[in-house]
């Protein structure tokens, strides 16, 4: 760890838990897995309480970045996170070395300085644009003109754990953005929209949103042989059902 993480001063609410007597017990299995979220976790990785929950583990935002690397259209050189959180996804879209640049969104303050601390123990923060902020309204004020460029990826909320007990989620009742909400204001700034929801996400529902006879492909992400999500692709990628 560098000097520079040493030194930097980590608001109340953001921790670095070293031992399992230190952390809250409902995040002790997801501390239990942390070198699985965090390969880096050792050398310092930030997160608040509630970031535990969100955060897409690496080899899972490795492959998703892996593919939207490969499978974007050429001649987009720009990818927008809209959700940041404490920076999963976007540490490896930057680490993936697809993109000029990197723009990040996130709305917390304390969870926004988890994603900076967290990209530089990566060494990418210098390729990453930071916005604090709700992302509906940096996209339309400060990225606008990026749009024919930028592909957009988001990772939302979706709504705490109930989830996880749904035979079939439904997207039209995600919290706090229903999936009409997500794709009507994305695709006002880009047609390259990929989503990352829930793996029991109703697939009807995502197909609405496929203009004419285009298609969508809907990817799972799997560890250890069980889906942890889904990626639903929205637009011209390449994929493996394309190829
Ligand atoms: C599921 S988490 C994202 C996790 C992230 N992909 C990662 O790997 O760390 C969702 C994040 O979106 C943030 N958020 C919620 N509404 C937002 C908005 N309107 N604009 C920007 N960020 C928002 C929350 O604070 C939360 O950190």
Redesign the pocket.
């Known amino acids: 760890m560098s000097e520079d993480h040493i030194s930097e001063e980590a608001p109340p609410e953001v921790h670095h838990y070293n031992e399992i007597g230190e952390v809250p017990w409902d995040i002790q299995n997801y501390w239990a897995q942390r070198y699985r979220i965090f390969s880096k976790y050792d050398e310092g990785v930030w997160l608040t309480d509630d ?1 535990w929950f ?3 583990p690496e080899p899972v ?1 490795n492959k998703i970045a892996d593919h939207i690397a490969k499978y974007a259209p050429e001649g987009r050189s720009i990818l927008v996170d ?8 976007t540490i490896a879209f930057a680490l993936s070395g697809r993109w000029k640049r990197v723009y990040a ?4 303050p304390a ?1 926004l300085k988890c994603a900076k601390h967290n990209a530089k123990i990566y060494g990418v923060d210098h390729k990453i644009t930071w916005f604090e902020g ?3 309204d940096v996209i339309k004020n400060q990225l606008k003109v990026l749009g024919p460029y930028s592909v957009l990826f988001a ?3 979706w709504g705490g754990p109930g989830y996880r007990y749904d035979e079939i989620f439904d997207l039209s009742t995600m919290e ?1 953005y229903s999936i009409n909400t997500l794709f009507t204001e994305y695709s006002m700034f880009t047609d390259q929209i990929v989503l990352y929801l829930p793996r029991t996400s109703d697939v009807r529902q995502l197909a609405k949103y496929v203009k004419g006879t285009e298609q969508a492909t809907v990817m799972h992400y799997c560890m250890e042989g069980a889906s942890k999500a889904l990626c639903v692709y929205y637009g011209d990628f390449r994929g493996p059902s394309t190829d």
Do not use: L, R, Y
């Open positions: 970031a969100g955060v897409t935002a809209a959700f940041a959180g404490a920076g999963g996804n969104i996130e709305k917390n969870v709700d992302c509906f990772s939302p909320p706090p």
